[in-house]
């Protein structure tokens, strides 16, 4: 990984509740009838998963208490508004279909006001892929909570997971299927390119990487760029984004032991709003504060 700036890495203080974005997969809109493309599906082996938190990935370092900060616009209406993206990786875990992830928390706020809270339950093969097996998200308005309006998890209800990042996409990698919630066009990528330089206000970085994602059915709703060892860095909306998020990464930083425990249990309070509401989906199996 080669910085053209450097930074000093600051720990930032936790917003809202103290605290991303998505990880990662944006709100598709209308955009007219697009070429059927088809994706590879990874076979699913719950032997072939490891411990997620081990960061293995350079696209996308799953490390808990690493946070992203992004920063940039959204519509909200047909108003475009401030908005930004808090990711953090906490030391969360919950076991679906017998593998072990760990919960990515994602606050989004818009003129000022949280708008969405999300987990995404992610898990990491032995090859480094990182996998989606799960989502959870809450809705606000005017900053205060109105309802969990999406939660599955991979292996329930037709759900299934896939993965969200592969170890390492280049020309050759075929286009994939990230995951597909029940009943739902499944969200799905490809890699576009690797361009020499992409600067963010947080620094300039070589060598990025490029997907484009969005549903199996309008592929072309944002690019996002990913520097090795760091994880996202842009959004960028493209014909089929709806909301048209713009996102710049203007802090990357390791969370003090205190700020990981913050995040950690807002996960979980997110984590048992979601399975309270949804009791069949998530079954007996609690997440929990693993060593």
């Known amino acids: 990984m080669t910085w053209s700036t450097s930074r000093r890495l600051t720990v930032l203080p936790l917003m809202g509740f103290g605290l991303l974005g998505a990880l990662l997969i944006g709100c598709t809109g209308s955009a007219g009838p697009t070429p059927k493309q088809s994706f590879a599906k990874t076979a699913f082996i719950a032997s072939n998963f490891v411990d997620p938190r081990l960061g293995a990935n350079e696209w996308l370092p799953l490390i808990p208490g690493m946070q992203w900060v992004r920063e940039g616009t959204t519509l909200i209406g047909n108003r475009e508004v401030p908005h930004k993206v808090v990711t953090t990786v906490t030391d969360v875990i919950r076991e679906i279909q017998g593998v072990k992830t760990v919960l990515v928390h994602d606050q989004s706020t818009g003129a000022g006001q949280v708008v969405q809270q999300s987990l995404d339950y992610l898990a990491q093969d032995k090859d480094s ?5 799960g989502v959870a998200t809450e809705q606000y308005e005017a900053g205060r909570f109105i309802a ?9 209800d037709g759900a299934r997971g896939g993965i969200l990042m592969p170890t390492n996409p280049t ?13 739902a066009n499944g969200d799905a990528a490809e890699f576009l390119r690797t361009q020499p330089q992409e600067c963010v206000p947080f620094a300039c970085f070589d060598n990025v990487l490029v997907i484009r994602e969005g549903k199996a059915g309008a592929l072309d709703n944002e690019f996002k760029y990913f520097a090795l060892g760091v994880g996202q860095i842009r959004n960028e909306p493209r014909s089929a984004s709806r909301h048209e998020d ?3 990464l203007i802090n990357v930083t390791m969370l003090s032991p205190e700020g990981l425990g913050e995040a950690s249990a807002e996960a979980l309070r997110i984590d048992a709003q979601a399975a309270a509401e949804y009791p069949v989906l998530f079954g007996d199996v609690q997440a929990s504060r693993l060593p």
């Open 246 to 248: 713009i996102e710049f």
């Open 129 to 133: 892929n990182i996998w989606v097996l």
């Open 148 to 156: 969990v309006d999406e939660a599955w998890l991979s292996g329930v």
């Open 171 to 183: 020309t050759g990698t075929p286009p994939w299927q990230i995951a597909r919630p029940p009943g």
